[in-house]
């Protein structure tokens, strides 16, 4: 009886061992857009507990990696407000273009991909442990009139355009 506990202790062991681990996942993201084009995008998100703890110990700074990230994708400075284990905020200035023609103003946002964070973080070394999950299970858009967009479980995002009322 106790060697059939012990052999089934050593199972569970090596499963742990070789399963992958749940990473970060997305949950929600939600752009809020200004007049002049500026965004204010506020990632929800999932952190496992070793994620948590490399956070703590300053071995990961969430903070400067995002900062580099969309810096990179915006090619421009981006500004971050705040980041903690569960969502951070950041400011893209002129993310969004502004046109007026004839009194109607019209906003335009680019496309938005998570696809390159993706294959980014396959490449680290202890991918073979994550899973990570960058797609955001939701994505809301909101314009300075109210009017919104949104998406669910999309990991690449269509650029928007509309009209201000």
Known sequence: MRISYLILGCICIILLAVMPAQAFTAKALTITLNGNGDATMDMQYYLTFAERAAIFVHAVDPATELQN??????????TVVSTDTSSAEVIIP???????????TTMTTPSLSFERAQQIMQQLWYSALLSPDLTPQVTTITFPDGYQVSYTDQISIPSVSHTLS
């Open 69 to 78: 990230v969309l810096q990179e994708n915006f090619n421009g400075p981006i």
């Open 94 to 104: 002129s993310f969004a273009s502004v046109t007026t023609t004839g009194g109607a």
